[in-house]
């Protein structure tokens, strides 16, 4: 659903604008970036924190500039700002400036806010526009306010973006009876500025921090958590002079250490469970009704949690939560309610336990001296064992088995909320291996498509985010997401039929049968007729750049796949002959690729790919590349047939 941004406002030309420099206008290449698609000529947030009445509130003006370089560079001309906790968007303006100096600007009537899911009466929104005329040399440039209610820290600021960037500024006002601390991150020497700042009645400091020629944060394969890499600024509120926090039970200091921050989410979070504990104890009671074995219950306890309850995806953590009465209302429950809200039905049949924030190894390793609660990711629930350990669950993964830990959380940092005092821990690391294995019959046909017969068999995390995109899904949508599926893996191919088993049975491996019509696989020359031995796993094309990586390969879980291919020979064909087989390596991971001659003619072909846990250095990224040609290669691997009584010759 897409409605208007009838707030926004027009802005005349480009008067009101910061002028675009001759440099700006005569540049054609990045010397740094050679290859780069554009650049990102500035980027920056100017922010103030101001009274309006009886709120006080943190307002912020985002101004973001990008020359087009060339043709690929046009991807760039979509926008999206998303929604985020507490804070609205306004006053969006954007505007094109052609090679030839024409303004052309955004409409407010083509900036849309743009529903992304509505989960319950939860609705989460994103605005959306397109620059219009986008050419190479044209410049785009947008700016909007953004007024975020949350003060407890400012959002961290990346200086870099999707392209290598020219200049970044971000500078935050704050008010004199207000103290935070900073954080600066991966920017080299470069410190912030402070000068006075003053605003009508207002009166503080102004933090400033500028950089320049920032290599590019890309949407890559493997690419490590923003947070590991990127130059940012971040700031922690410490202190609010005769501001009182019923949380914390003191007036002044705030965020000073850990127990500053374990006593204050300990609290929200207890303050929500407040209010509908005696209306979640009747429906847990229903839910363990005939249930005895302790453990048994607690395990019936989490799965109506996991899967009543519509998630909301949220990746930063506030430290509070809606009231129980307002999640049993709602039916949904974000990356902190999840936890408050099991912690709260385990209590009602007298199970104690414990809410954990973690720092998500999504999110980035934490920083122990800086306690904000931006570092964590989502929580989890800590239940005591009779042996002094916890069992760890995270009930933010719908389809997780009980005891089942992501890879998100495996070795992860926490704050467990057991005391006031809190207790800095990690999670245990997992060793749990996800595979998806993939068996097809494949039945060449003389027009030179194939009938397939498909069985993909997913175990754990690859079961658990393939039950995520099917599980809630009405039939026409799993219908058409597993037709995408098909598409992406092989396009013009056809999903005649499907079934799935074990869907809502996360102990036992998900399985997805499929009979697909599939063109491209099969193609005939000189009497010879070639079938593609990788049907579903295939590479087409190199993942990884040309350009020079500038951070690890960041392999946050195992990859491991196996694909085990049968061709049925075409009528009155045998095999002619067995192509050679592959074993392709690099510090990432590798592949092996087989194919053997079965009983009546059939052809067997076996593609196995594990790339394991692991961290590997940039420079490793030629011999990455290189793989990947040769795991592009090998999945072109062809089967040769011929009339049963014609020569053997083994194709590829």
């Known amino acids: 659903m897409l409605t208007p941004c009838h707030a926004a406002k027009q802005q005349s030309e480009t008067g009101d604008w910061p002028p675009i420099t001759p440099d700006e206008k005569k540049l054609t290449r990045v010397e740094q970036d050679p290859d780069a698609d554009a650049v990102i000529l500035r980027t920056e947030r100017v922010g103030k924190i101001i009274r309006k009445g009886a709120d006080t509130v943190n307002v912020m003006t985002f101004h973001w500039r990008l020359k087009v370089l060339n043709e690929r560079g046009k991807r760039l001309a979509e926008v999206h700002i998303p929604a985020q906790k507490f804070s609205r968007v306004d006053n969006i303006q954007a505007h094109t400036v052609k090679v030839d100096g024409t303004v052309i600007t955004v409409n407010p009537d083509q900036i849309f806010q743009k529903l992304v899911s509505q989960i319950g009466g939860f609705k989460r929104t994103e605005w959306v526009f397109n620059f219009p005329a986008v050419e190479p040399g044209a410049i785009l440039e947008y700016r909007y306010e953004r007024f975020d209610n949350n003060l407890l820290f400012v959002d961290p600021w990346y200086f870099d973006g999707p392209e290598f960037t020219l200049r970044s500024l971000v500078s935050q006002a704050i008010p004199s009876d207000m103290g935070y601390s900073l954080l600066r991150q991966n920017s080299g020497v470069s410190q912030p500025t402070t000068t ?112 009543d309850f519509s998630y909301i995806p949220y990746d930063s953590v506030i430290g509070d939560s809606h009231t129980i009465e307002s999640i049993l209302k709602e039916k949904t429950a974000d990356n902190e309610e999840k936890a408050v809200l099991l912690t709260a039905a385990l209590k009602t049949i007298g199970v104690d336990s414990y809410v954990a924030m973690v720092s998500g190894r999504n999110g980035g390793t934490l920083t122990p001296n800086f306690f904000s609660l931006s570092q964590f990711t989502h929580d989890v629930v800590a239940v005591p064992r009779p042996d002094g350990t916890y069992q760890w669950i995270d009930p933010t993964v719908t389809y997780a088995a009980f005891g089942w830990l992501p890879s998100k959380d495996s070795s992860a940092e926490a704050l467990l909320l057991k005391t006031d005092q809190g207790e800095l821990t990690k999670l245990p690391g997992t060793s749990e291996i996800s595979t998806t294995k993939y068996r097809v019959t494949v039945k060449p046909r003389s027009d030179g498509t194939a009938d397939l017969e498909a069985e993909v068999e997913y175990n754990g995390e690859d079961a658990i985010d393939m039950r995520d995109d099917l599980a809630s899904a009405a039939e026409a949508s799993r219908i058409s997401y597993l037709q995408k599926w ?167």
């Open 196 to 307: 006075d700042w003053r605003e009508g009645r207002e009166k503080g400091h102004l933090y400033t921090l500028e950089l320049h020629d920032i290599p590019p944060y890309r949407d890559e394969l493997f690419k490590p958590p923003r947070r590991e890499v990127s130059p940012r600024l971040e700031m922690l509120l410490t202190g609010w002079r005769g501001h009182y926090s019923d949380a914390l039970g003191r007036q002044d200091k705030l965020f000073i250490d850990w127990p500053s921050v374990a006593r204050y989410a300990r609290y929200y979070y207890q303050e929500a469970t407040k209010k509908g504990l005696a209306s979640l104890k009747p429906q847990v009671e229903g839910w363990i009704q005939g249930v005895a074995d302790p453990q048994e219950r607690i395990k019936v306890v989490l799965r109506h949690v996991q899967r």
């Open 486 to 652: 098909v598409a992406d893996r092989r396009p013009g191919a056809a999903l005649r039929s499907h079934a799935i088993e074990n869907l809502d049975d996360v102990d036992k491996p998900l399985l997805v049968k499929m009979n697909i019509d599939s063109p491209g696989l099969v193609t005939t020359a000189e009497g010879l007729v070639m079938v593609r031995g990788c049907i579903l796993s295939c590479q087409e094309s190199n993942p990884i750049s040309n350009g020079t990586r500038q951070y690890p390969f960041f392999l946050i879980r195992g990859l491991n796949s196996e694909e085990t291919v049968l061709i049925e020979p075409p009528k009155d064909m045998k095999p002619s002959g067995m192509p050679a087989p592959a074993v392709v390596r690099s510090e990432i991971g590798s592949l092996t690729f087989r194919c053997m001659s079965q009983d009546e003619g059939t052809t067997r072909c076996v593609r196995q790919f594990a790339a394991r846990k692991n961290v590997v250095p940039a420079i490793a990224q030629n011999n990455v590349r290189a793989m990947y040609d040769k795991i592009v290669e090998t999945d072109r691997t062809t089967v040769a047939f011929q009339a049963s009584e014609g020569e053997s010759t083994a194709r590829r």
